[in-house]
């Protein structure tokens, strides 16, 4: 009966060393130098596509970023070593404008209106990525937060409040 107590005390402390390594806060965010802040719109913040909410947002991120002093902005997905990307929060979103439609098979390509209605998230999201990976890929982080990219810009206050306590942590 102690063997086998002693086999599941034994297996349980494996099984809680494993699950702690896995919700452990990934180091390439802690060690990570230069960080590019974009939206899903592309990292141009002066496209006419970028909704001025994103925009704003992630002006707004940059600035808390610039006052919290860990990373140096880049402005070239090259030079990063993470894309930081901003959404802020809303709960419908429209598009409209005229749209060159490339050659297709389908019946009436060319010029004509276009009008996209997506449902949104009304959180606000801030999303950190690998740069040598893209925004194609799973974040490395992620949160989201009723207004938490007005300023002070709380999703960055709670990355901070990771990075720096894994740094930290021998």
């Known amino acids: 009966m102690a063997k086998q107590a002693l086999a599941v005390l034994a297996f349980l402390s494996v099984s809680f060393a494993f699950a702690k390594n896995k919700t452990s806060f990934p180091k ?45 902005l880049v402005y070239d997905r090259k030079a990063a070593d993470l894309i930081i990307l901003a959404r802020k929060g809303r709960t419908l979103e429209t598009r409209n404008g005229i ?19 997506d449902g949104g998230d009304p959180d606000d999201m ?7 990976l893209g925004t194609n890929n799973p974040p490395l982080w ?27 942590k021998p």
């Not at 913040?45 to 140096?72: C, E, F, H, K």
């Not at 810009?153 to 720096?164: N, S």
């Open 126 to 132: 801030l999303a950190v990525y690998d740069a040598s």
């Open 28 to 72: 390439q965010i802690v060690v990570a130098k230069y960080v590019l802040v974009t939206t899903y719109f592309g990292d141009n913040l002066a496209d006419s596509r970028v909704p001025q909410v994103d925009r704003q947002s992630a002006n707004d991120v940059m600035d808390a970023i610039r006052d919290w002093g860990r990373y140096t």
């Open 142 to 168: 992620r949160e989201r937060m009723s207004n938490g990219l007005d300023p002070p810009v709380k999703l960055v206050g709670e990355l901070r409040k990771k990075v720096e306590a894994a740094a930290s």
């Open 99 to 117: 749209a060159v439609h490339a050659p297709s098979s389908l019946p009436n390509p060319g010029i004509g209106p276009i009008s996209d209605i």
